[in-house]
């Protein structure tokens, strides 16, 4: 375990070379509301949507509010990884949808096919199936790229666009040694165990057993095979184009910086803006879900 976590501070020095240091930027608490808890996962609905080549999406609806969230997961996990910020979000302005993209939890697994391309159609089939519209698309680490090809190609659907911890459109390449702890981790809990632990900065016990048990239902062929999606990812030519208000938001990631994610996110897009809290890791709304819903609360209030 010595020789993990010094392998994991390299990382972070190495990659910190991507964009250069940087200072943490204050949060903009403006317009933030605080709403009490009304709804959990555990009155979630399963729904299941066909995509156009023919793959079965599980996709979970909490509430019946009328603004439309779509949540979309990163790497590795499956839609559960929401699970906490569902019990701070989810009440009776919203409607929460949450998919399980292909090769996780309840959706059809594949062999093959584990694309960004291919995870928007998951994403396309699901908000047509749950008739979202004028909706927020919400995406995560991975998800996060996948939310800023999508709303590149569909940009007058939502009326709002919220990224924590994007992945870049340019991707995010790691140095071969990480690269190949990030592939063996697809069939080894205790290499999960190890990211998801370095990746975090308060992470609870059991949190880390909610995260393990999403990773258990994702296919090794789907993590390495969206691993080399995420890590390749190509469309930053693309970004331009989304014209949706969005809003990225950041702790203190060891991998996704706020320096980082200003040039390689913030900028590019024409509407968009950064904010950060600190005391949470990559994992924000798992760690902080009650700042992170709250920081999407006051982004919705303002659009």
């Known amino acids: 375990m010595k020789t993990l976590k010094s392998m994991f501070f390299l990382l972070v020095i190495s990659l910190a070379g991507l964009v250069g240091c940087s200072e943490a930027m204050s949060p903009d608490d403006g317009g933030v509301t605080t709403r009490g808890q009304a709804l959990s996962a555990d009155d979630a609905v399963t729904h299941f949507a066909t995509t156009k080549d023919n793959k079965t999406i599980a996709y979970r609806v909490i509430g019946s509010g009328a603004q439309d969230i779509v949540l979309v997961h990163g790497w590795s996990v499956s839609g559960t990884v929401y699970d906490n910020l569902i019990g701070e ?15 996780t939890g309840d959706s059809d697994k594949p062999n093959g096919g584990h694309s960004l391309e291919n995870y928007l159609k998951d994403v396309e089939a699901v908000v047509a199936d749950a008739g979202a519209t004028d909706y927020v698309l919400v995406g995560h680490s991975m998800g996060g790229a996948i939310a800023q090809k999508f709303a590149a190609k569909n940009d007058s659907d939502l009326s709002g666009l919220v990224l924590m911890s994007p992945v870049p459109a340019s991707g995010f390449p790691l140095p071969q040694q990480f690269y190949d702890l990030f592939w063996a981790s697809a069939e080894d809990p205790q290499l999960q165990a190890f990211i998801f632990t370095i990746s975090s900065v308060d992470l609870a016990q059991d949190d880390l057993n909610h995260l393990l048990a999403s990773a258990a239902t994702v296919t090794p062929k789907a993590s390495r095979q969206s691993l080399d999606a995420w890590t390749q990812a190509d469309f930053a030519d693309m970004v331009g184009q989304i014209q949706t208000p969005t809003l990225v938001m950041v702790s203190d990631d ?15 897009i024409p509407n968009a803006s950064l904010t950060y809290f600190g005391g949470a890791g990559h994992y924000l709304q798992v760690e902080d879900p009650a700042q992170t819903a709250s920081n999407i609360d006051g982004f919705i209030a303002g659009l």
């Not at 979000?89 to 949450?98: E, F, M, N, S």
């Not at 060891?254 to 590019?268: E, H, R, Y």
């Open 89 to 103: 979000l989810a009440g009776p302005d919203y409607r929460l949808i949450v998919p399980d993209l292909r090769g």
């Open 254 to 268: 060891p991998f996704m910086t706020p320096g980082l994610l200003q040039q390689l996110v913030v900028d590019p």
